[in-house]
Structures are given as structure tokens and as C-alpha cells.
């Protein structure tokens, strides 16, 4: 749907009035421009969308192939996907396409969809970044390997990525959901594909694939952030206008799936610990005039907390979580209800609820102050998404499956105009029983059938349109640790430590983090629950606000994130400021509340008792606990957790906050468009005399000495399997050490695609989807931890355990190269410089540097050190903390399958 495809998405539109037209390159020709965003069209076919935005220090080089799960044939289902992770697998002048991400510190990926793939990198602006990213694309383009040796390793790759959603009742839910709400359209199979079309598809078949539909008039390439706009289209002449415009015609697409004729019912039985519940509804595509007011009835209908369903079964008791969403695209899809119950309540209930709900929708039309919540939600959710320009890519990618990208525009513009009639209306059109999927099949002599009609073309839509002029404007911020430091200004409001940094952004956007410290060792024992409790019901109704008040002027503040972390604008941030501080200090603690909280709480535990990632890792955590029963820092088992659940009163929680809640000790950071004096105003009216009555100290952590172990836990019935592992370090964050154990981290497992551990088991081994590992390092106490995870199908669990001792032992025994330690460095300290350009990660940067007497000097000291390091310094440091014999494992899968 139009609406939903532009609130759930990411984009960022601004616009410079001094930025001049570039001059175009010969075959250039410029197309219609809206709010910064500029199209061009090559003599070859591609099109080409500018967006040039100073105020970040990065771009983002998206490129989207109109061509997704719906365009493959019988045997070929998983081919679009499946060919996406080919295209990272290199071209003649671009052999290890990772390695070159992971040495720029690019930030990438690939999606594919029903309609589209698509491809991103950003990463900083400025060097050759972004000429070898439009290289490397457009070489891609037309000649990725798509090679027979590769499609042998990324086939188990992609398969365990299929075994991985085998494990989830919902996805498996959706995919059986799709198959048997649709007769004959590709919508029907799952964008992942079928195990038996993954494990045999050819490489002939593949080959053609991409050579049909990886051509430039069928892409559309974008190139956003700071750049200079008549160079880069000189760049993009160069090297994508150079490729043929190709000679064949694309394929046609003719299935339409025939009107339904009956309600229908399916059920999955399968080992779980939750039952869900899901209606399916055919809608039209997201070009038809009906999407949108379609996309408020969802809305209206799945809103947490003010929406029907959550009011009807939530708050009754009868479920425990609603979901309401479209999946919708090109061609007609489908709208999905459906509730989370939890094992051993009725299902029939909720069912009849929720189909009385959605087909009665028409009978009762949106009230007044519906429709101004969700349009109000859905503005909000499009502003904030309309001020990222890093995301604009992967955002517009959508609405370019559906025709055109202007189509973002034209549906947000007319978001105000859509009315409650036409909502009521247009469910009364598609929410009927004989076009229902969730029962059997029925006969019936008065069919109650959905017609649904011919969607228009872009080009009919956008006729009349006229684009809005954009005022948005912003700073060209400096992310340096020194221009930090000088913007910064460091102050106490109350009894709290403050940084505040004011700087211009678009959107007026602005974050604020806060730190809050209370209690002790002694008087945390017992209370762990009860803490994490009383946070969670702060939110849940005040001594002003229901639940659904609050929520609702949290969305009228622009509120968006957390309590304690959250971003907003300059106009709303004194609201907001004094609206988290209310939260804070005065919850009502309603019961009603406190009982659905606790319902979800039990849901979502027992959700995860037979799930080998949850499962191991618990367990990993409970063999290092060393902290007796009751201490804050214990490990609680399951049961544990369920116990105490329910032994929960709420009178307890109520003496907890009046106890410790106040704000005697912590940090505050302000980074974003703001009044530097209203800030600190509204902080302390707010929190400057409010108190902690409790004794606050710091609760030191230490590890325990454990030998190594090897545990397996059986997990029946589970189609993919989970390796962890960990080592203890005697290892703090300002010891010599620190940074030569961070390189060698990035460069053995946590340096992505390419690192040393899924070299060895994706790219070479093909054993498993994802993997990584980990360095935990505290800043205080000497409690630091070095981990392994990934997952595997059961049968090739034992060799992933194999490859990862392997890997673990070479990097010991033999070492980093020199390539591979000045390749993690680009890629770290790139990723560093990224990270100083969101302010979200500012902000709660300078909380925790804030509690520690440190300023960014240390992370500009930190990243001179990682600068120096040498390759025997970084290897010597690995060998002298990592101690492969200390290593303690959990393997958790079905053992059954893996005989």
C-alpha cells in the first residue's frame, strides 16, 4: 500500500536553494525533480535519482532491479534471492566485494522482495569512496561471476537461512498463509523459495536470470548524502553509461489470481510453546485508490495501545498480543490480522472475535479522533522518516517496485484528504467471509464475493499532482571528536552531569539520553525483578495520563524511541523534556495493566523454551554465573524467571519506585536542534530537586573461574541449529591491550561478510547463514568476555564446531597478516566516524563518558592507538588473552536430525 509503504520505510528529503543544476553528460537527460530529488535517464534505459544533502558526512549508493520472487518461474522459486547473494561474490575487477566493504568501512546489504532486489552501500563521503562504489556497481551490473563454484557454498548458505525461518511459528505461518490464500499468483511462495528449488536450481538457470533482468533499463541507481553532483553524474555517464542498452525485450507478466470463492482454513502443527491466530484478506495493489484507506484500517484496527484489537483482546485477557499489517505490492495482495494466545487457552474465541472485528469494521465507521490519531501517526512516522538521508535508498526502493518514486510523495501529500467514510467503504469492499482465509473450505448459495478492481498507472496518479516546496535545512556538522568536544558544553543541572551540544538539523530533529543510578548490593537483593518491573509499567499510565494518553501525547510531542532515549524536535522538546520527567515520577501503576504485563512477560518466556539460540545462550550464562540466588548480578534460570513472574504483587513495585526511583545520581545529553538554556530550564524544574531516599553504589561485577565444558542441548523438531562459545579475559577498556584485542576481534568475526570466521563457514564451507564474534570489554571492573555464536542446520552442527576450533586455533597458533590488520583498521575507525554523525550514538556516547570523568579526548586517544597498532602487537595480544582450551560451548539442535 501507498501509505504503508512510506510510513514504514526510512527517507530523507532536503533541499539547498544555492545548489546549482550539474551540467549534463552527453545521452544525459534530466527528468522531474521534488524536494531535493532529482531523476535522470541514461540513452541506455537506467534511471538515476541525485540527492545531494551536506549536512552528513556520508552517501549512500543504492541501486533497485525491478525484478523479486514474483518474476521466477516453476523449479525457480528462492532465485531472486538466491542470486543476491551471488552478486556479492565479485566481478573480474572486483574479486572479494566483502573485503572491499569491510576495508572502506562501508555499511551494506541486499533485500529482496516480492517485486524488487535491491543493493546499498554508505559510508563516508569524500576520497574514492564514492567513485569505486558507482565502479563496482555498475561492473556488477552486467558482470557478476555467477559462477558454478559459488552457487555449490552460498546454496547451504541460503538453505540455512530457509532452516533458520523453519524454526519461527509465525514465518512458517505466513508462508503457509501465502500458499493457500493464493491459487495461482507468485504472491503465493515465499520470496526464501522452496527447500527443493533452493538445493537443485542450476547455474544455467541462474545465469539467464541475471542476464534477463540485471540490465540498466531495468534498475533505477540513487546516489544520496554529500557529494558533488556534476561529478558524480560524470561518474555515472562513465562508467554505467558505458554498459549496451540491451537488446531484449523483459519478459511479461500475465497471472492474475482469480476472485476467491470461499473461505478457507489451514493449520500448521508443529513443536511450539505460543498459538497465533491470522486472518488473510485479498486487497488490491498498492497503486489502486483503495490502498490507503485501506492502510488506516490497519492501522485503526493494530495500534498499541488504542487499537481495536488490543482493546478487544488484549485487554480482556484473551490474547496476549495483535498484529495488523498489509503485504502488499505490484499485483493485488494480502491484508493480515491475527493475535498471539497464549499455549492453552482457546483459540476459537479469538478467532470469531477477530473476524467479527475486521468484517464488522464497515458497520462501524472511524470515529473522529481515530482518524486523527492515525493521521497524526502516520505524519509523525513519514516527518521522521523524511529527515534520513541514509536510508533514502533502501526507502524509495518500494515505491520504485510500484511504478515511480514520486508515488512517496503523492500519497503523503495526500494523507490529510483521506476521509472516514472512504475507510469504512473500502473495508466493506474486501473484508468478507468468502474472501477470507483462516477456515475451510465451504459450499454456499450465496457467495459473498470480493471483486477487486484494475489499478491505474503511475502516470494517471501523479497527473494532477504538485509537488510541495521543501523548507527543510540543516548544518554541515564536523563529526571530529575535537569539534565534538568544542560544541560541547559540560555542566551540572541539579544533581545531574549534563552535556549539551546544539547544532542544526533537519527537521529541527533533536536526542536526549539520560542515566539514571539507584540502589546498592545490599538493597538490589531480591529485586530484580521488581526493577525491570517498575520500569516497564512507567508507561503504562500516570497520575495524568491512561496508558493510551500517554501514548498519545507522547505522539503529539514527536516522541519517538524510549523513556530514557528518545529523539524529538526543537519545538516539542520542552514538552517532551517534562513529559518524560512526569512519566518518571508520578506512574499510577494500574492493575489492569500490571496483568497484561505480567501475561506478556509469561508468553514471551515460554516462547523461547525450545529455541536452540535462547536455550544455548541461557545456558552459556547460567555456567559463568557465579552470584548466589537474589543477588541483581544471578543469572535467573526459567523457571526462575516464570516464579518470580508470578509471585510479582504489585504493591511491590510501587514501593520500589517510591524507594528508588529519583534522579540524585546520573547523566544527561542533549545533541540536536535546541535552546541551550530552555533545556536546562525544563531539567531542573523537573528533576533537580528530585531525590533518590535510598543509598546508591556502583555494584562491582567480576567473573568466575570456570574450566571449559562442551554442552549439548537437545532441541526436537527444530529445522536449524545454534553454536555459542566464550572465553573469560582479565581485561579492562583503558588497558594496553584493549585496542590491538578489538582489531583482532574485527578481523576474526566481527568484521562481517568478511571476516576469518565466515570466510571459513559461509564462503568457503557453506555451513551457515550467520556468525560472528564478540569482545566485551567493561570500563571498570575487570569482567571482560570474548564469544563465538552462529547458527547451522543440526546435520552440519558438528562441522561448524569443527571450522570455528579450526579458525580459532590458526588465528592463535599463526596469526594476523598485515593486509588483514590495516583493512580492519579502515574499516573500524570509518565505522567510528559514522557512528559521530547520528546523534542518537552522540548523545549516549557522552552519557557513559559523562559517568566515567571521560570526554571524547578518550575516544579520539583510543582511535590513535588503534591507528599505531602494528601486527605483532595485535597478535600478541590475541595469543596472550585467548586461550582456545579455556573455551566453554553450548550446541543446541535437534540431535535426531543431525544422525
Request: with cysteine; net charge neutral; aromatic share 8%.
Amino acid at each position: 500500500m501507498l501509505l504503508l509503504s512510506c510510513f514504514s520505510l526510512t527517507v530523507s528529503f532536503t533541499v539547498s536553494a544555492s545548489i546549482a543544476a550539474p551540467a549534463l553528460p552527453a545521452g544525459v537527460v534530466k527528468g522531474p525533480s521534488i524536494e531535493g530529488i532529482t531523476e535522470y535517464r541514461l540513452a541506455n534505459g537506467l534511471k538515476v535519482l541525485l540527492f545531494p544533502d551536506s549536512s552528513k558526512p556520508t552517501v549512500t549508493v543504492n541501486v533497485t532491479y525491478l525484478v523479486g520472487s514474483r518474476h521466477e518461474n516453476y523449479g525457480e522459486t528462492g532465485m531472486a534471492h538466491l542470486l543476491e547473494h551471488l552478486m556479492f561474490k565479485g566481478a573480474p575487477k572486483n574479486r572479494n566485494i566483502p573485503q572491499q566493504f569491510a576495508e572502506r568501512g562501508m555499511d551494506f546489504n541486499g533485500t529482496t522482495s516480492m517485486d524488487r532486489t535491491n543493493y546499498y552501500e554508505v559510508f563516508p563521503a569524500g576520497g574514492d569512496n564514492l567513485q569505486w562504489a558507482l565502479s563496482m556497481e555498475a561492473e556488477r551490473m552486467t558482470k557478476s561471476f555467477i559462477a558454478a563454484k559459488d552457487l555449490a557454498s552460498e546454496m547451504t548458505v541460503v538453505r540455512n537461512e530457509y532452516e533458520s525461518g523453519e524454526n519461527s511459528p509465525f514465518s512458517v505461518l505466513m508462508k503457509r498463509m501465502e500458499s493457500v490464500a493464493y491459487d495461482w499468483h507468485s504472491y503465493g511462495r515465499s520470496t526464501i523459495g522452496n527447500r527443493s528449488d533452493i538445493e537443485n536450481v542450476r547455474i544455467e538457470n541462474l545465469q539467464a536470470f541475471y542476464r534477463t533482468w540485471y540490465q540498466p533499463d531495468n534498475a533505477v541507481l540513487l546516489v544520496a548524502g554529500k557529494f558533488d553532483p556534476a561529478q558524480t553524474l560524470a561518474w555515472i555517464g562513465k562508467t554505467f553509461g558505458a554498459i549496451p542498452k540491451p537488446k531484449r525485450k523483459l519478459p511479461p507478466f500475465w497471472t492474475v489470481e482469480p476472485v476467491q470463492d470461499g473461505d478457507r482454513q489451514f493449520t500448521v502443527r508443529r513443536k511450539g510453546d505460543v498459538q497465533i491466530v491470522m486472518l488473510g484478506y485479498k486487497v488490491p495493489s498498492g497503486l489502486h485508490a483503495d490502498a490507503d484507506p485501506l492502510s488506516f484500517m490497519s492501522q485503526i484496527e493494530g495500534d498499541q495501545p488504542n487499537g481495536r484489537l488490543h482493546k478487544l483482546l488484549v485487554e480482556t485477557g484473551k490474547a496476549a498480543q495483535v498484529f495488523s499489517y498489509g503485504q502488499t505490492g505490484y499485483a493485488p495482495g494480502l491484508q493480515l490480522f491475527g493475535a498471539v494466545v497464549k499455549a492453552g487457552q482457546p483459540v476459537e474465541p479469538v478467532r470469531d472475535a477477530l473476524i467479527e472485528a475486521v468484517e464488522g469494521f464497515a458497520k462501524q465507521p472511524p470515529t473522529p479522533e481515530e482518524m486523527e490519531r492515525t493521521q497524526r501517526t502516520f505524519a509523525n512516522g513519514i516527518e521522521k522518516a523524511l529527515n534520513d538521508p541514509q536510508q533514502v535508498g533502501v526507502a524509495l526502493s518500494e515505491q520504485i517496485a510500484l511504478g515511480d518514486w514520486r508515488l512517496l510523495f503523492q500519497g503523503r501529500d495526500n494523507l490529510p484528504a483521506i476521509t472516514s467514510k472512504q475507510v469504512a467503504e473500502a473495508a466493506g469492499r474486501y473484508f468478507k467471509r468468502d474472501n477470507r482465509t483462516v477456515g475451510l473450505f465451504l459450499p454456499d448459495d450465496a457467495p459473498q464475493r470480493a471483486v477487486i478492481g484494475d489499478a491505474p498507472a503511475p502516470a494517471e496518479i501523479l497527473k494532477d499532482y504538485k509537488p510541495r516546496e521543501s523548507t527543510l535545512t540543516s548544518e554541515n556538522f564536523e563529526p571530529s571528536q575535537d569539534n565534538i568536544m568544542a560544541r560541547t558544553e559540560l555542566k551540572k543541572i541539579g544533581a545531574l552531569k549534563a552535556a549539551l551540544l546544539p547544532k542544526k538539523n533537519r527537521g529541527e530533529a533533536v536526542s536526549v539520553n539520560l542515566r539514571l543510578h539507584w540502589g546498592d548490593e545490599k538493597n538490589q537483593f531480591g529485586k530484580a525483578l521488581v526493577s525491570a518491573a517498575t520500569g516497564e509499567m512507567l508507561t503504562r499510565g500516570t497520575s495524568r495520563y491512561t496508558r493510551a494518553q500517554l501514548a498519545d501525547a507522547m505522539s503529539k510531542l514527536k516522541m519517538s524511541g524510549g523513556l530514557y532515549r528518545f529523539d524529538t524536535t526543537r519545538e516539542h522538546l520542552d514538552g517532551a523534556l517534562r513529559l518524560m520527567a512526569h512519566v518518571l515520577k508520578e506512574p499510577s501503576f494500574p492493575e489492569s495493566e500490571f496483568e497484561q504485563m505480567r501475561q506478556q512477560w509469561i508468553v514471551g518466556i515460554e516462547a523461547n523454551r525450545n529455541e536452540p539460540p535462547a536455550l544455548a545462550s541461557q545456558a552459556l550464562d547460567e555456567y559463568f554465573d557465579k552470584w548466589p540466588k537474589g543477588d541483581p548480578r544471578h543469572v535467573m534460570t526459567v523457571d526462575e524467571q516464570l516464579e518470580g513472574i508470578k509471585a510479582l504483587k504489585l504493591d511491590d513495585i510501587k514501593a520500589y519506585h517510591r524507594e528508588f526511583y529519583g534522579a540524585s545520581h546520573g547523566e544527561l545529553a542533549i545533541v540536536g536542534d535546541f535552546d541551550k538554556d530552555a533545556a536546562t530550564k525544563a531539567v531542573a524544574e523537573t528533576l533537580g530537586d528530585w531525590e533518590t531516599k535510598a543509598n546508591y553504589a556502583r555494584i562491582p561485577d567480576e567473573n568466575a573461574d570456570k574450566p571449559a565444558v562442551r554442552k549439548v542441548i537437545v532441541t526436537p523438531d527444530k529445522e536449524n541449529g545454534f553454536y555459542t562459545a566464550r572465553v573469560n579475559l582479565d581485561l579492562r577498556s583503558d588497558d594496553a591491550d584493549h585496542p590491538a584485542l578489538e582489531l583482532a576481534n574485527f578481523i576474526f568475526g566481527d568484521g562481517g561478510l568478511k571476516s576469518r570466521l565466515m570466510d571459513r563457514i559461509r564462503q568457503k564451507d557453506g555451513l551457515s547463514y550467520g556468525g560472528g564474534s564478540s569482545l566485551y570489554v567493561g570500563d571498570i571492573d575487570r569482567a571482560a568476555h570474548f564469544s563465538i555464536s552462529a547458527i547451522a542446520a543440526p546435520q552440519n552442527l558438528p562441522k561448524l564446531e569443527a571450522a570455528v576450533r579450526e579458525e580459532l586455533a590458526r588465528a592463535v597458533k599463526e596469526g594476523f597478516t598485515a593486509a588483514e590488520v590495516a583493512g580492519a583498521k579502515s574499516g573500524l575507525l570509518q565505522q567510528r566516524l559514522q557512528n559521530r554523525s547520528k546523534d542518537d550514538v552522540v548523545a549516549g556516547a557522552w552519557t557513559n563518558f559523562l559517568y566515567l570523568d571521560r570526554t571524547f579526548e578518550w575516544s579520539k586517544q583510543h582511535e590513535q592507538k588503534l591507528q599505531r597498532l602494528t601486527v605483532e602487537q595485535v597478535n600478541a595480544a590475541f595469543r596472550r588473552h585467548v586461550d582456545p582450551s579455556k573455551l566453554a560451548v553450548v550446541v543446541a539442535g535437534d540431535t535426531g536430525k543431525g544422525k
